[in-house]
């Protein structure tokens, strides 16, 4: 898959979408929930790794303050360790998971840290998913 004059994709013989690294589908996913921030009056900063649990702090103009944990997928479930996160924690994010599909395409599923717990599929391979999409754009989740 050619992106660009510049960009070429390798597909997966499997599934045949992209094959992207780990890295790289993590930033696409910060820089793509922070631009639906902005959009939504929030100003964001990306944390670029430099916090535990948090990657994109935002401020709106009333004074409201969000922390937001993104997680980024091109598989059907999300990786998700919630034992590492301190409970005092999970009680001030929010987690929005992304999407990213064949076509480049995201979805977003945005969930408060205390509700979190509800998706996680497995505790032992620690996976998290949204079944019947309860969570899909549910940006007043904030």
Known sequence: MVIDAKTEVKMSKISKTPKLPNLQIGRIGEYSVAAELEKRGYTTTLTMNNTNYIDILGFNDDGKQIMVQVKTTMNPTWALDIK?????????????????????????????????????????????????????????NL
Do not use: A, C
């Open 84 to 140: 590492k996160i301190p409970s005092k924690m999970l009680k001030k994010i929010v987690f929005v998971f992304v999407k990213i599909k064949s076509d480049f395409t995201k979805e977003y599923h945005i969930v408060k840290g205390q509700n979190v717990q509800l998706g996680i599929e497995n505790y032992k391979v620690s996976t998290w998913s949204d079944k019947n999409n309860r969570y899909l754009d549910k940006w007043n």
